[in-house]
């Protein structure tokens, strides 16, 4: 962990590109809402940019006193870059590329990580956002050696990825979480036309499917393994109230994992999982009224317990994408479940105040409330899925005008 000397400029680690021959995509045509809050991020993160001495560290959170700095390891160190890149995409600015090419470039080493399932957090968002807005063929490379290391970690007799390696009372614990790193492998596979990453990522999804949901729709964190026969040796919720609460960011991973698994494969098993997983969520009677949910469904009702903003973020994300696949009724309601979710966060209530909250956008987010880490806080996946929300809000309705168009 670091703390950063106020007023140091932002340099990179290494050369940039020339930018001079560049043709950046025209910025998408936005909303008045989602034009001011984009407009607001860029002056926050301008604020960042001013204040990193270095792009090989990569800011995680702000304590009310200091920055939090990570190094590529960390398994949020994506999240900087890949919202440098959605700044870039919503603008056009090349002071965007520019900035969200030098984070990302620090995370090359991360190609070679075999000791997490988190690569694909590390890489998709950053190089996977890059490549998509640059077609950069160093990046589709760096995607692809990310996506070899990421399936060293598959066992076939469990049918999953490997979470996590440093809990000796696991064997085998996939977390739900490790849904959103076989985002990557689908990519792979899309690609490339290897059919191997897509076979992991769905036998994943399909266990995951199996074993981590309960009859209501809610998940467990954790479920550990036995690697040699597959069985299911236990079931937890290790960031949880409980073991049999509902922790909203795992509920959050679950709806959008399954969302992008039917994207890819369209299977109605997936796109059923997510909608049943958004109904919980949304059908909750402890979701607060503004719908950004305390740090767990099943937390005790004390005054002043934390809410979990990263989750709502995520949970806005997803559901603007899953509009594309469900009836028009039930697109309906969770388009309007989403964009009330991006309206509250866009509020004083959650948004900081412009300089402040070490430069982030969003306030009150919870990382681990059991073990007392990151409690009311901004974390940088929390301003990620925020501005991916307003992106998807933006690419949404454009959509719907273009259709209304043609059908005119």
């Avoid at 994207?263 to 997510?274: C, M, V, W």
Wanted: glycine share 6%; aromatic share 12%; with cysteine.
């Amino acid at each position: 962990m670091e703390t950063l000397d106020e007023g140091l400029a932002f340099r990179s680690a290494r050369p940039l590109p020339s930018m001079s021959d560049a043709h950046p995509p025209a910025p998408a045509p936005l909303s008045e809402f989602v034009r001011e809050n984009i407009a607001f991020a860029a002056n926050q993160y301008s604020g960042m940019l001013a204040q990193l001495a270095a792009s090989n560290v990569y800011p995680r959170t702000w304590t009310g006193e200091k920055r939090v700095l990570v190094r590529p390891a960390d398994w949020t160190s994506g999240f900087f870059p890949g919202a440098l890149w959605y700044l870039f995409e919503a603008t056009g600015e090349l002071r965007w590329r520019e900035a969200a090419t030098a984070f990302t470039a620090g995370l090359e080493g991360m190609k070679e990580n075999r000791r997490t399932h988190d690569v694909g957090f590390m890489l998709y968002c950053s190089f996977g956002n890059g490549y998509r807005l640059t077609k950069e063929p160093r990046y589709r490379a760096i995607l692809f050696g990310g996506a070899q290391s990421l399936a060293t970690r598959f066992n076939p007799n469990v049918g999953c990825i490997k979470s996590w390696d440093t809990r000796a009372e696991w064997p085998f614990p996939v977390i739900i979480d490790n849904m959103m790193n076989l985002e990557l492998l689908l990519w792979a596979s899309r690609e490339s036309g290897d059919p191997s990453f897509r076979d992991i990522a769905v036998s994943h999804a399909d266990t995951t499917l199996r074993n981590h949901f309960r009859p209501d729709a809610s998940c467990y964190h954790v479920v550990d393994y036995d690697p040699a026969t597959g069985a299911v040796r236990n079931r937890q919720t290790h960031q949880g109230a409980a073991d049999e609460s509902a922790w909203s960011r795992g509920q959050a991973w679950a709806l959008y994992g399954f969302t992008f698994m039917h994207r890819e494969t369209r299977a109605p098993s997936y796109l059923g999982q997510a909608q049943r997983v958004a109904d919980f969520i949304l059908g909750h009677p402890r979701l607060p009224a503004d719908k950004i949910p305390y740090w767990d469904f099943d937390a005790p009702r004390i005054p002043n317990a934390p809410r979990d903003a990263s989750a709502a973020a995520i949970v806005a994300s997803a559901l603007f994408e899953l509009c594309d696949y469900v009836p028009t009724d039930a697109a309906a309601r969770y388009r309007e479940a989403a964009t009330e979710q991006l309206r509250s966060l866009a509020s004083s209530a959650y948004r900081a105040a412009p300089g402040d909250n070490g430069c982030f956008l969003l306030k009150h987010s919870t990382g681990s409330f059991p073990r007392g880490s990151e409690i009311d806080v901004p974390l940088n996946y929390a301003d990620y899925y925020f501005l991916e929300a307003l992106l998807r809000k933006s690419r949404r309705a454009l959509r719907h005008e273009r259709d209304g168009m043609t059908r005119r």
